[in-house]
């Protein structure tokens, strides 16, 4: 980049991007009052959501893990981006052109993310176009071997790498790619003589985020003089992580979300097969095992809804098993019922639908039996139950399964079951059972109540750091809602101070400024209230809530986010700036009413009305009365 981005232009990126939309392109969100939205956090693990949005004042906190921003900084932490780079992003995203200007800041050491994004998107194109060349035959000539028409090619972006060693080296260095960026990207391999093609005579799909961006591509060998393997994918790179991706969540995600139901198969062309048969929530990993990101993922776009569904579908072979205890092993992760779908004669979704047609692979996710019970039996299977050694061993392998079923009224069922496979007494399957339950156990990720002195919904009765008891080291800790205490004063003044911050424009400058001299009894508050203060002159600029935090000691710094994205009390929208007003008000009348009770005291020590100190009480007594009318009338 010649320069850095105007400022405002990068003002102008920030006050169009709604901020919700954003969000809800990696996370489910739901609605939790006027102008606030939450969902599960995308930084950290949780079951219960705490990640906050208000998309008016362009600003999420995280009630649990502390984070929180505005749009360019959510991009910077999903994506790994830049400040640059996120405001291009977002610029490119709601079609604004940005002006550039000599000097300032340059770029960040290390690839450009940008760059490497369009060169993979350059390259999705290319191979698409070449599908249709004449050498694409060979790729057009596959997908219909497997039921799969020009159409659907073209909704899955599929493409074709033509044979040869520099195709698409040649066609990117000549819109501008550097050999670097292409190397950086994964598109291309090196070697003595210089940078080649990676994906060479193969079927290309691309492997997009959620936004739709393509990270990188999965290439599946088509020749049999190609002595690679039989797929290939891009590796990792500063933009591809085959860990944290899904194939197919791009098309799927609304679908997941909307339905609280996830398929997840084994191959690229399963993904196709099911969303041509109508289970358009179909996804699958890129070359590596389901694990504990993918599981993040899916929990952000469904959200932790116990009666949501993950589906999973397992080759028949011993690869097939092994990947299903693996998928067992990280089930406790979900708050979602977990399934295996296993199709008949060891067919894949792909080779079903090829088979048997649109209607049998509907039908494979209705015979689904729950993962637990697969896991069991694959466990079970294992060993000889014809001899006592056997049937011993396969009741240590199967007892700690049927112990970490999550719905323990389930367990004494699956026990009976287990009792049956094996062919032993109950008492002794219930006793292993028994056993393995006591057993240690990891904790589980995300997993935790909620405490704090608050007794509702709100989120800072949700917070999971706040132990409730002093720390035994002296550095001070970071200041959060839940240690405030739950009296009617500490409530009044933080609502007070919410809607200072949250609706500061509503309440005008001279109510605000009245009410960030008030007297506020929380100490913790009074903190915030002083940065408040310190900030007024920021008052309805876009980076006004960050001009109040900055204002505030580091210590207070998260109550203060805390305090500008938690939802106001009032849910009624045309009311919201009259309840901001009020609460407002009302702290400043408490003011007033305690210095009209410290006046009457005086006054009662005076004893004598008639006395000249007494004269000047009785008028400054009149003016408290009007001015608390006055108050109220406004």
Same mark, same amino acid.
């Given at each position: ?21 954003l ?32 998309p ?11 984070e ?46 940008a ?6 998107q ?62 950086q ?56 992580h085959?860990?944290q ?5 791009d ?54 809804d ?16 092994k ?17 295996v ?39 079970v ?19 700690p ?11 004494? &069922?699956?026990? %009976? $079951? !287990? @009792?049956?496979?094996?062919?032993? /007494?109950?008492?002794?399957v219930q006793? =292993?059972?028994?056993?393995a ?22 989120p ?26 739950n ?11 919410m809607?200072?911050l949250?609706?500061?424009?509503s ?16 100490p ?29 000691p580091?210590?207070h710094? &998260?109550?203060? %986010? $805390? !305090? @500008?994205?938690?939802?106001?009390? /009032? ?5 919201? =700036? ?7 008000v ?10 009209k ?5 005086r ?7 008639s ?5 000047r ?5 009149v ?12």
């Open positions: 980049m010649a320069g850095r981005i105007r400022a405002s232009d990068v003002e102008e990126v920030k006050r169009r991007t709604n901020l919700g939309d969000v809800g392109d990696y996370v489910t969100l739901k609605s939790a009052g006027i102008d606030s939205m939450k969902g599960l956090c995308p930084f950290h693990d949780e079951r219960s959501p705490s990640f906050h949005v208000r008016a004042l362009g600003y999420y906190h995280c009630f649990g893990c502390g929180s921003g505005d749009a360019f900084s959510f991009l910077q932490r999903m994506d790994h981006l830049t400040f640059a780079e996120s405001v291009e992003r977002l610029a490119a995203r709601i079609h604004y052109g940005l002006t550039y200007e000599e000097g300032g800041y340059t770029r960040e050491e290390g690839p450009n993310r760059r490497l994004l369009a060169a993979n350059a390259a999705a194109a290319y191979y698409v176009a070449q599908l249709a060349s004449e050498e694409g035959a060979a790729g057009r000539a596959f997908l219909e071997q497997r039921g799969f028409d020009p159409a659907a090619a073209t909704l899955f972006g599929v493409g074709y790498a033509p044979r040869g060693w520099s195709h698409l080296t040649d066609a990117l260095k000549s819109q501008g790619y550097t050999p670097a960026e292409l190397a990207a994964g598109l291309v391999s090196e070697g003595q003589r210089g940078v080649y093609d990676r994906f060479r005579g193969r079927l290309v799909w691309p492997i997009r985020d959620t936004s739709g961006q393509t990270l990188g591509f999965g290439a599946r060998k088509l020749y049999d003089d190609d002595n690679g393997p039989k797929y290939l994918n891009t590796p990792e790179t500063p933009v591809y085959k860990s991706v899904l194939y197919g969540l098309l799927a995600k609304r679908a997941i979300s909307r339905g609280k139901r996830a398929v997840v198969v084994e191959g690229y062309t399963d993904v196709m097969a099911c969303h041509l048969a109508g289970i358009d929530t179909a996804v699958a990993t890129c070359g590596t095992a389901f694990g504990k990101d993918h599981i993040s993922i899916l929990r952000r776009i469904m959200g932790d116990s009666a949501a569904e993950v589906i999973f579908t397992f080759d028949p072979d011993e690869a097939g098993q990947a299903a205890l693996r998928a067992f092993s990280e089930e406790k992760r979900f708050t979602a019922q977990t399934y779908a296993v199709a008949p004669e060891g067919f894949d979704p792909c080779d079903l639908r090829l088979h048997r047609g649109d209607e049998a692979v509907r039908e494979l996710f209705t015979r689904k039996q729950p993962l637990f019970e697969f896991a069991l039996r694959q466990a299977s294992r060993f000889d139950l014809n001899s006592v050694e056997g049937r011993v061993s396969a009741l240590r392998a199967s007892a399964i049927v112990a970490e079923i999550k719905d323990p009224s389930l367990r004494p &069922g699956y026990a %009976r $079951e !287990l @009792a049956r496979m094996l062919g032993v /007494e109950l008492g002794e006793h =292993a059972v028994r056993t339950e006591r057993a240690p156990q990891a904790p589980r990720g995300g997993q935790h109540e909620p405490r704090g002195v608050y007794q509702d919904s709100s800072m009765s949700q917070d999971p750091q706040w132990q409730g008891a002093p720390q035994q080291q002296p550095a001070p800790t970071a200041v959060k809602l839940s240690m405030l205490r009296t009617p004063t500490t409530r009044l003044e933080r609502d007070a101070l809607a200072m949250q609706l500061g424009d309440v005008g400058a001279e109510l605000l400024q009245q009410a960030a001299t008030a007297q506020v009894s929380e913790h508050l009074r903190v915030a209230r002083d940065a408040i203060a310190a900030a007024l002159p920021a008052l309805g600029t876009p980076g006004w809530i960050d001009t109040v935090v900055a204002a505030a580091d210590t710094k &998260g109550l203060l %986010r $805390e !305090l @500008a994205v938690v939802p106001m009390p /009032e849910r009624r929208p045309d009311q919201l =700036a009259i309840y901001a007003k009020d609460v407002i009302s702290l400043l009348d408490r003011d007033l009413v305690g210095l009770q410290e006046l009457l005291a006054m009662q020590r005076i004893g004598d009305s006395d000249a100190a007494s004269r009480l009785q008028e400054q007594l003016a408290l009365e009007a001015a608390r009318r006055g108050l109220r009338e406004e």
